[in-house]
T-cell receptor
Framework: AQTVTQSQPEMSVQEAETVTLSCTYDTSESNYYLFWYKQPPSRQMILVIRQEAYKQQNATENRFSVNFQKAAKSFSLKISDSQLGDTAMYFCAFMNRGGNKLVFGAGTILRVKS | DSGVTQTPKHLITATGQRVTLRCSPR?????VYWYQQSLDQGLQFLIQ???????AKGNILERFSAQQFPDLHSELNLSSLELGDSALYFCASSVVGGIETQYFGPGTRLLVL
């Protein structure tokens, strides 16, 4: 069974600075997908970024980018120019290609301070 | 707004009761997924339906059941409710399943007293 580990329960960052959230996963599969979802205080689950395991290039979405290290089974999220609206719980998630479910990590609470 | 809708937003009920949570997927999506978010268990996959048929089951209790109707909306039925069933229940949808991103609804917050 796949597992996802987020080792940082809480983090804080100053507005406009850069922060990196860590995620590691365990799988014996070679084809899979990795995601970061954001859950703000409203509790809505919002997709931040997605990475296909077969792609060597790291995904980027505006201020959000990932560092995907397949051999190390590591998938970190970098947030540049942090904004107050980035304050949220961030979840790393895994899905097998052809699979049906997302497997989530425990989440990291990120607080952006002014 | 993801395009996935869930009703009701909040539900308060008593132990032993039965409730139904409703989800409408994004236009064009055939797959619906249900997840439970609780403090002790985190986010867990419950069940997936694809075009009206059950496709996958996760950690879903026997007291819980779901279905997907011809118009593709889905309902999650929770019966003989216990205090531990209090949680945020999310519905997500994707076009088919397997490779697409799942988009989440706003969730239904269930409180069992």
């Amino acid at each position: 069974a796949q597992t996802v580990t987020q080792s940082q329960p809480e983090m804080s960052v100053q507005e406009a600075e850069t922060v990196t959230l860590s995620c590691t996963y365990d799988t014996s599969e070679s084809n899979y997908y990795l995601f970061w979802y954001k859950q703000p205080p409203s509790r809505q689950m919002i997709l931040v970024i997605r990475q296909e395991a077969y792609k060597q290039q790291n995904a980027t979405e505006n201020r959000f980018s990932v560092n995907f290290q397949k051999a190390a089974k590591s998938f970190s999220l970098k947030i540049s120019d942090s904004q107050l609206g980035d304050t949220a719980m961030y979840f790393c998630a895994f899905m097998n290609r052809g699979g049906n479910k997302l497997v989530f990590g425990a989440g990291t609470i990120l607080r952006v301070k002014s | 707004d993801s395009g996935v809708t869930q009703t009701p937003k909040h539900l308060i009920t008593a132990t032993g009761q039965r409730v139904t949570l409703r989800c409408s997927p994004r236009s064009g999506d055939l797959s619906v997924y249900w997840y439970q978010q609780s403090l002790d268990q985190g986010l867990q996959f419950l069940i997936q339906y694809y075009n009206g048929e059950e496709r996958a089951k996760g950690n879903i209790l026997e007291r819980f059941s779901a279905q997907q109707f011809p118009d593709l909306h889905s309902e999650l039925n929770l019966s003989s409710l216990e205090l531990g069933d209090s949680a945020l229940y999310f519905c997500a949808s994707s076009v088919v399943g397997g490779i697409e991103t799942q988009y989440f609804g706003p969730g239904t917050r269930l409180l069992v007293l």
